[in-house]
């Protein structure tokens, strides 16, 4: 089966009907709910790559309950669950995975594992440069006064606080 992305299409026309038997047969046991199943990791990209993630107990029944019929799924004894999978997409793999935060470990391939870090890198950065609050009452550099767009900013040590959690976080990774 072949999937088109929708928003790529240009322009659509309709095919000249050939006599009365339809354009399309529909393949002997073709089932769209397992075809509309198919995780983004495995619709488009290069050659597949084999994946092998944990997953911490909390989240682990999830992911073999729906998840079990594009990989090896395996409980662990701990309860961790562990998902080997084959993806032509490691990129949506890792968009998937972020959404599990510390629930979710990818084991191997390296390059993988380094696509999550770069991942998780770029977020981190990308908080750095985050625009800060302005604290009540405090005013612009005109003298107006600053509307409070988001939290206060947090303190000097929680931020170093947040900052290490980050990098242990990171390092755990």
């Not at 399309?24 to 397992?34: C, L």
């Not at 619709?43 to 092998?52: K, L, N, R």
């Not at 992911?63 to 993806?87: C, M, N, Q």
Request: proline fraction near 9%; charge should be positive; hydrophobic fraction near 35%.
């Amino acid at each position: 089966m072949r999937v088109f992305l929708v928003e790529r299409f240009r322009d659509v026309r309709a095919v000249p009907r050939r006599g009365s038997k339809p354009d399309y047969e529909i393949p002997a046991g073709f089932d769209v709910r397992k075809a509309v199943r198919t995780p983004p990791w495995l619709w488009e990209g290069t050659q597949p790559v084999e994946v092998e993630i944990d997953f911490s107990p909390r989240v682990a029944w999830q992911v073999a309950k729906s998840h079990d019929d594009v990989g090896a799924f395996e409980t662990l004894p701990d309860g961790r669950g562990r998902l080997i999978v084959s993806a032509t997409n490691p990129e949506a793999l890792i968009h998937w995975i972020l959404g599990f935060g510390a629930d979710a470990r990818i084991l191997r391939p390296p390059d993988v594992v380094e696509g999550l870090l770069g991942r998780i890198r770029g977020i981190l950065r990308g908080l750095d440069r985050a625009p800060r609050s302005v604290a009540p009452g405090r005013r612009g550099s005109r003298g107006t006064k600053m509307p409070r767009t988001g939290p206060e900013e947090p303190s000097r040590s929680r931020k170093a606080s947040s900052a290490t959690e980050a990098s242990r976080t990171h390092t755990e990774l």
